[in-house]
T-cell receptor
């Protein structure tokens, strides 16, 4: 069974602090990893992708991948109220992704002004 | 601008009725997907298609049907056999392989 696990939250973070979102996945051969942001009532928006171990930075966002631990995380620096949303972790599990991405249930992030 | 268009944005279905959700993309993507999202739940895969005239069942295909007659279009029909169709339906497309998806804006289906 392919699984992607996230803490559902809510995760409450003060404005200006670092928000840390975590995700674990079950398939060791997974090759590509994605973070989506979803505002209430809207569709998911891709914000980060990562394919190799280590850190990848894009503006205030940093994705971290540790394939040995089957763990991927998203850090949001200088959190803003507009960052309040549900963050979905998605993993392309094995076989070149013939059946697409497997999504976690998402972490609900609240940035407190 | 390239993107994915889903229509309608809101749809109401009567008991025993089939309804069709439209999904059109102009991104020249080969792969297209349909997901269902229920409140507080993640995305569950209904059907996917890697090429024209071919599609595969996802995790929750029962009560749904699709077609892929054109690269740009991947409509989803919710049949009367789907007993609990009220949900947010999302269409996505991608280049097959290790890449992320682009999502449409979604269709919210409600049974009345």
């Amino acid at each position: 069974q392919k699984e992607v696990e996230q803490n559902s939250g809510p995760l409450s973070v003060p404005e200006g602090a670092i928000a840390s979102l975590n995700c674990t996945y079950s398939d060791r051969v997974s090759q590509s990893f994605f973070w989506y942001r979803q505002y209430s009532g809207k569709s998911p928006e891709l914000i980060m992708s990562i394919y190799s171990n280590g850190d990848k930075e894009d503006g205030r966002f940093t994705a971290q991948l540790n394939k040995a631990s089957q763990y991927v995380s998203l850090l949001i620096r200088d959190s803003q109220p507009s960052d309040s949303a549900t963050y979905l972790c998605a993993v392309n599990m094995g076989g070149g992704g013939a059946d697409g991405l497997t999504f976690g249930k998402g972490t609900h992030l609240i940035i407190q002004p | 601008d390239g993107g994915i268009t889903q229509s309608p944005k809101y749809l109401f279905r009567k008991e025993g009725q089939n309804v069709t959700l439209s999904c059109e993309q102009n991104l020249n993507h080969d792969a297209m997907y349909w997901y269902r999202q229920d409140p507080g739940q993640g995305l569950r895969l209904i059907y996917y298609s890697q090429i024209v005239n071919d599609f595969q069942k996802g995790d929750i295909a029962e009560g749904y049907s699709v077609s892929r007659e054109k690269k740009e279009s991947f409509p989803l029909t919710v049949t009367s056999a789907q007993k609990n169709p009220t949900a947010f339906y999302l269409c996505a497309s991608s280049v097959p392989g290790m890449y992320g998806y682009t999502f449409g804006s979604g269709t919210r289906l409600t049974v009345v």
